[in-house]
Every structure is written in C-alpha cells, then in structure tokens.
C-alpha cells in the first residue's frame, strides 16, 4: 500500500503562489505515475497536473503556464508549485499515485486533500 499526505494548502490572494507537497510512504522512483488533482464545490475531480516515471509531464490547460509538478525522490515527495493564482482555482487538491501496474491493471492511491482557498 502506498500513503500520501499532501500539504501547503492555505488562503492566498489572487495572483500570489503555494507550493503544495505530497510524501510519499515508498520511494517514488517505483511509482508508475503521481498526479496532482482538485475538486471544487459541486463539481467533478479533474486533473491538475500528472508526471509519469520517465514520461513528459501533462497539464490541465487552465493551468498551463502557471503550475508546475516537480519531484524530490530523495525525499520522497512530490510537489505542486503554483503561481499567478486565480479564484477559480479555489479547490481541495488532491495527491494521487499509480503503482504496482501489470497487465491486470494498477493500484493507486489518494491523499486525503489540502483546501486552497483563493480570494482578496
């Protein structure tokens, strides 16, 4: 079982920056693919930004230019920066992990989620 505890999730004014961290319980280097998601009031989970083991990184285009997922696999952690925010991304983001993937499919795994408030 992997666990993921996110992190950094707080109120900010439009245009500021968070950096939200997701630990990782195992090293990352063995996980198939992390991502970052949200979810905002009566409205569906979507994807923020996902990063493949030696894959290209993907990104939601309403964020494209502004969030950027990075890892640390020395600490086993997997970071969202965000900068130039806006109330629309007022959401609780979410850590996700894929791992353990076959030809019968894949485990995965999520945070328990980080409110981020964005409002003057």
């Known amino acids: 079982q992997v666990q993921l505890v996110e992190s950094g999730g707080g109120l900010v004014q439009p245009g500021g920056s968070l950096r939200l961290s997701c630990a990782v319980s195992?090293?990352?280097?063995?996980?198939?693919?992390m991502g970052w998601y949200r979810q905002a009031p009566e409205k569906q989970r979507e994807l923020v930004a996902d990063?493949?083991?030696?894959?290209?990184?993907n990104y939601a285009d309403s964020v494209k230019g502004r969030f950027t997922i990075s890892r640390d696999n020395a600490k086993n952690t997997v970071y969202l920066q965000m900068n130039s925010l806006k109330p629309e991304d007022t959401a609780a983001y979410y850590c996700?992990?894929?791992?353990?993937?076959?030809?019968?499919?894949?485990?995965?795994?999520w945070g328990q989620g980080t409110q981020v408030t964005v409002s003057s």
């Open positions: 996700k992990a894929v791992w353990d993937c076959s030809a019968y499919g894949c485990y995965d795994s």
């Open positions: 195992r090293s990352i280097s063995s996980i198939n693919l």
């Open positions: 990063m493949p083991s030696g894959g290209n990184r």
